[in-house]
């Protein structure tokens, strides 16, 4: 499996020293798939790769460190926009703080928090700046604003941009409820415009978007991101892990942060550090541990994804967990009617 590879590679680079053509070929394709390629590209600067390879890490380099500088330049259009500071989740948060997670990380949408009372006002002054709604639907529209975390995404008409506008971190219909109050009042300054989460917010924010919400889409950038979270702010703390599981506790994410942390030490080689008091932390392996990896790692040799039964189960278990099962029936059937499918 390609997916597989991948995980090798970036756990130990010096992997790459025994890849015929093949290898490379399905190395590459799976790095592409899971928009890890500029990941891929910095941890292998050092190494021999062929020489056909070598134009293909380059440009990927380059293409992260563009996309780095985009993103950037799009959080201070929206601290502009807002006349204020934003909090910046995800990616373009790596980045803006300089952390490892952010080095060769493809950055999409520009994801910010803000306190839900101040969300008109942001929606009227984004779109007096140039950003407008995405989704036309109705329905799409009031699903968004009723039940979801975030305002419906916007994109900005001129630099082909979209930005998510978050209140909280997950729908209002999932069971944990995260204290954003705490998260907002707790976030930490890396300019005069830009925020960030405190470190154990911001890995409970990743587990929760990649466990508690979705379906494990591209989920093995996010465990990366999460290794590489982890691995950094254990350095600057040694008690690190027991303030980031008292924290997820508090936040009614401990089991989904618990599993991050044991997947992350399964593939990636996460240090972890077993806890009995005040907090107990067992990275022992769990039985479901194994569909999740499974998941994760569903890609062929041409990076193509696999495993198609497995997908669609947790594509219904990502919207399981956002809301009852009576709304859930009612969802899916409006969906399937209006012709989405899942992929």
């Given amino acids: 499996m390609s997916a597989a590879l991948l995980v090798s590679v970036l756990r130990d680079p010096d992997v790459v020293s025994a890849l015929d053509g093949a290898g490379w070929n399905a190395l590459i394709a799976a790095a592409r798939a899971e928009r890890l390629i500029g990941t891929l590209a910095l941890a292998l600067d050092e190494r021999c790769v062929p020489e056909s390879v070598r134009p293909i890490l380059a ?79 109705a329905y799409d529209d009031a699903y968004y604003r009723q039940w979801m975390h975030e305002l419906p995404p916007m994109i900005h008409r001129e630099r082909d941009r979209m930005i998510d506008v978050h209140h909280t971190i997950l729908p209002l219909t999932a069971r ?50 999460i290794h590489c979270l982890c691995c950094q702010f254990r350095e600057r703390t040694p008690d690190f892990d027991l303030a980031l599981l008292k924290r997820a506790a508090e936040h009614q994410l401990y089991a989904v942060v618990l599993r991050a942390l044991r997947l992350a030490h399964g593939l990636f080689g996460s240090p972890v550090r077993q806890l009995r008091a005040p907090i107990q932390a067992d990275y022992c392996p769990r039985w479901s541990d194994r569909l999740f990896i499974a998941r994760l790692l569903a890609r062929d040799g041409w990076g193509r994804e696999t495993r198609k039964l497995l997908r669609f189960a947790f594509y219904v278990r990502s919207h399981w967990l956002r809301m009852p099962p009576l709304m859930l029936a009612r969802h899916l059937l409006t969906k399937w009617r209006k012709g989405h499918r899942p992929a």
Wanted: with cysteine; charged share 30%; net charge negative.
């Fill in 59 to 137: 440009d990927a380099r380059l293409d992260a460190a563009r996309e780095a500088r985009q993103a950037l330049w799009e959080a201070d259009r929206a601290a502009e926009a807002l006349g204020e500071p934003v909090l910046l989740l995800k990616g373009t948060a790596y980045a803006a703080a300089g952390l490892k997670a952010g080095e060769g990380r493809f950055i999409g949408d520009l994801d910010i928090l803000l306190p839900q009372n101040e969300l008109s006002q942001a929606e009227d002054r984004l779109i007096a700046a140039g950003w407008e709604w995405v989704k036309e639907d």
């Fill in 176 to 225: 944990p409820t995260p204290d954003v109050e705490v998260m907002l009042a707790d976030a930490v300054p890396v300019t005069d415009r830009l925020m960030v989460l405190a470190p154990e917010d911001m890995i409970c924010h990743s587990a929760a978007h990649l466990f508690a919400d979705g379906d494990l889409a591209g989920g093995l950038r996010n465990l990366w991101d």
